[in-house]
């Protein structure tokens, strides 16, 4: 697949820990960046995509991070975290 040049710039995105932890394992389990990896969710769901649906060995293995590192928030809890 051909790659596209695209700018990138630093943010200060700050997210929960556990959730960072299993985006952190999940980018790992595929062996690209945490920057490919949030790029490639962000773009699927842009387009009204989940970027997992279906994928049910991909799935078990987030539920296996999720697991590990005690995330026990969903989408359920969306917009109403605070520190």
């Known amino acids: ?4 040049k695209v700018e990138r710039v630093q943010t200060g995105v ?7 932890k299993v985006l952190k394992g999940l980018a790992e389990y595929f062996d690209i960046s945490m920057t490919e990896l949030l790029e ?4 699927n769901e842009l387009d009204g995509k ?3 649906a279906g994928k049910k060995d ?18 359920s809890h969306a917009h109403q975290l605070q520190d």
């Open 14 to 20: 700050r997210l929960e820990k556990r959730l960072l």
């Open 40 to 43: 490639g969710i962000l773009l």
């Open 50 to 52: 989940s970027a997992f």
């Open 58 to 75: 991909i799935l078990n293995v987030i539920s296996g991070l999720r697991a590990v590192y005690g995330l026990d928030l969903d989408s």
């Open 1 to 4: 697949m051909k790659k596209l």
